[in-house]
Nanobody, 115 residues
Framework: QVQLVESGGGSVQTGGSLRLSCAAF????????MGWYRQAPGKQRELVGD???????NYVDSVKGRFTISRDNAKNSVYLQMNSLKPEDTAIYYC?????????WGQGTQVTVSS
């Protein structure tokens, strides 16, 4: 059974930082593009950024220069370093493959940024 387990969320003030982790169990993802997604209250889930198996990354414009995705294939894990956080970054953050696979959605981790 494949599981993606997100952790590292929390409550911070504007300008703060958080580092999210995503640990994968049940299969190896080193050959797959992985992404961090988020869903804010009342909004659709969006892809925040992704990292290819090669390590190249892409980000949505709203987080460019503030968020950094990395991966550790030996640990079958993906990370999201978030700096200069803004209230509009408040959301539940998830990891999944890119494109996403419905069965792989986990519980996510809540990020709350207060002004």
């Amino acid at each position: 059974q494949v599981q993606l387990v997100e952790s590292g969320g929390g409550s911070v003030q504007t300008g703060g930082s958080l580092r999210l982790s995503c640990a994968a169990f049940g299969r190896q993802f080193s050959g797959h593009a992985m992404g961090w997604y988020r869903q804010a209250p009342g909004k659709q889930r969006e892809l925040v950024g992704d990292i290819a198996s090669s390590g190249s990354t892409n980000y949505v414009d709203s987080v460019k220069g503030r968020f950094t995705i990395s991966r550790d294939n030996a640990k079958n894990s993906v990370y999201l370093q978030m700096n200069s956080l803004k209230p509009e970054d408040t959301a539940i953050y998830y990891c999944n493959t890119v494109p996403s696979i419905q069965l792989y959605w986990g519980q996510g981790t809540q990020v709350t940024v207060s002004s």
